[in-house]
């Protein structure tokens, strides 16, 4: 778990420390991820790094949460400009999740987070939702989506609608990050997805 001495560092030192992490997952292969060179980026000796972290998987951490701030300040602008139009929202969040490949680095690690969201989707899911604490304000972005214009409004329908959205989204970053098809390609099947679930698959 991620100590609160890691958080209360001043910002300049946190950010340091986080980028170090987000260089070293971009440049080591996930078997060889080094706190050797993850100090000596950040400029802070070892004992230090135990100060703020328990093990590698807290590094997880810190890349999700980087990730979800940056995913998050776009996200909420979309959900006040569309006043919450759930399906033109994951239309924006392929856009704002995509986006990320323009950064090299960025893209390189989410290759690797998106991989093994997918190979080790039981494991990443127990600690997402069991030891990771920074999906409170995403999912706090989620309860400003309005349920005006669907079928289906009642919290647990509601629930199911959004796990089959985030599925169709995991999928398409899984084969635009980790398949590397082109982006139009995904794009386009991934609209059409969206339109299948929103118009509905019978007369």
Known sequence: MIKSTFYNLPYEKRRRVSQAIVCEFADASDEKISINRIVKRAGISRGSFYQYF?????LIEVLLKRFIELIIEDLNKVVKDSNGDVFYIYEELFNIVTSFSENETYRVVLRRLVR???TNNDLVSEFIFNRFKGLSEFR???RKFSRDGLRY???HDYELLTQILNGILKNAAFNYYVMEQPLETVRSDYKRK???LKTGAVF
């Open 54 to 58: 328990d093990d590698k998987v807290d």
């Open 116 to 118: 093994n969201l997918r």
């Open 140 to 142: 706090g972005s989620f």
């Open 153 to 155: 409004r009642d919290n």
């Open 194 to 196: 969206l339109e299948i």
